[in-house]
């Protein structure tokens, strides 16, 4: 089963930032649609970010204009740049291919004082 590699979790204060790294198996994954999604405790996954094959961008409520999700095609990477991060957004964070239906391992943010 192919899985997606993800990096960058880790432990920063209210108002840090930190950026996410996913890798994909090929280049063309790149070009379908790709996402983000997070897990706290206790919670359902969620949709975070979403960019799709023409390079649109769709964000969930609670981050918009916080983080960012691009790719980079010669690494083969997708981020999420997450800039201005709340104690809310303390989650385990995990990358999609929407089309091909693969997950990454996950990664953990912890946002605390």
């Known amino acids: 089963q192919v899985r997606l590699v993800e990096s960058g979790g880790g432990l920063v204060q209210p108002g840090e930032s930190l950026r996410l790294a996913c890798v994909v198996p090929?280049?063309?994954?790149?070009?379908?649609?790709m996402a983000w999604y997070r897990q706290a405790p206790g919670s359902q996954r969620e949709s975070v970010a979403l960019?799709?094959?023409?390079?649109?961008?769709e964000y969930a409520d609670s981050v918009k204009g916080r983080f960012t999700i691009s790719r980079d095609i010669p690494e083969r990477t997708l981020y999420l740049q997450m800039d201005s991060l709340k104690f809310e957004d303390t989650a385990v964070y995990y990358c999609?291919?929407?089309?091909?239906?693969?997950w990454g391992q996950g990664t953990q943010v912890t946002v605390s004082s």
């Open positions: 999609k291919s929407e089309t091909y239906g693969a």
């Open positions: 090929e280049i063309k994954w790149l070009y379908s649609v």
């Open positions: 960019l799709d094959s023409f390079g649109e961008t």
